[in-house]
T-cell receptor, first 117, second 114 residues
Framework: DTEVTQTPKHLVMGMTNKKSLKCEQHMGHRAMYWYKQKAKKPPELMFVYSYEKLSINESVPSRFSPECPNSSLLNLHLHALQPEDSALYLC????????????????FGSGTRLTVV | TQLLEQSPQFLSIQEGENLTVYCNSSSVFSSLQWYRQEPGEGPVLLVTVVTGGEVKKLKRLTFQFGDARKDSSLHITAAQPGDTGLYLCALRRLGGTSYGKLTFGQGTILTVHP
């Protein structure tokens, strides 16, 4: 299995809703990431998990709450979002954060297209 | 200031033409990666370049890493409509609090017309 699977593919939510995005990989990768991407722009890093521990939080608003239940799963819990949070949310994984792993690329999922109304 | 400067931002060409995308930085890279992203999909890794002066080929795509490891280029020969997409260069940080972080250039949106 060489894929990162993200669900759902599309999500429309109101500003008062609570929803979760899910990400799963079975490649044995020990680093997992959440990125946010606006149209025609590069992905922007939100969170990094290394060995199931939060390693980097790029000053993301608390209405986004990540969770890593185990080495294969990554969730992003959403609450009280704003319309400007509408974007493509990408999950990615990689072999790790060590120097030995720097040659390896990230494997990205297809993303969740989120619309906040 | 951007860590990675990618150019051009937009490229619209006819099928069969050649093109080059550039990625530059004022800092030395330990390695640089190129990704391609199609609409509705996540980025897909094309290549990682590590050694200064390195050239890698992937069918009609040629990737070059500058001798000083501060710049890289992607050259596509005889572009086809299937090459259409967003091309991203990316740098993987190895030091400080951003250890392991993948930082992207601004991206190049390539459209190849039949």
């Amino acid at each position: 299995d060489t894929e990162v699977t993200q669900t759902p593919k599309h999500l429309v939510m109101g500003m008062t809703n609570k929803k979760s995005l899910k990400c799963e990989q079975h490649m044995g990768h020990r680093a997992m990431y959440w990125y946010k991407q606006k149209a025609k722009k590069p992905p922007e890093l939100m969170f990094v998990y290394s060995y199931e521990k939060l390693s980097i939080n790029e000053s993301v608003p608390s209405r986004f709450s990540p969770e890593c239940p185990n080495s294969s799963l990554l969730n992003l819990h959403l609450h009280a979002l704003q319309p400007e949070d509408s974007a493509l949310y990408l999950c990615a994984s990689s072999q790790g954060l060590t120097e030995r792993g720097y040659k390896y690329g990230y494997t990205f999922g297809s993303g969740t297209r989120l619309t906040v109304v | 200031t951007q860590l990675l400067e990618q150019s051009p931002q937009f490229l619209s060409i006819q099928e069969g033409e050649n093109l080059t995308v550039y990625c530059n930085s004022s800092s030395v890279f330990s390695s640089l990666q190129w990704y391609r992203q199609e609409p509705g999909e996540g980025p897909v890794l094309l290549v990682t370049v590590v050694t200064g002066g390195e050239v890698k080929k992937l069918k009609r795509l040629t990737f070059q890493f500058g001798d000083a490891r501060k710049d890289s280029s992607l050259h596509i020969t005889a572009a086809q409509p299937g090459d259409t997409g967003l091309y991203l260069c990316a740098l993987r940080r190895l030091g400080g609090t951003s250890y392991g972080k993948l930082t992207f250039g601004q991206g190049t949106i390539l459209t190849v017309h039949p």
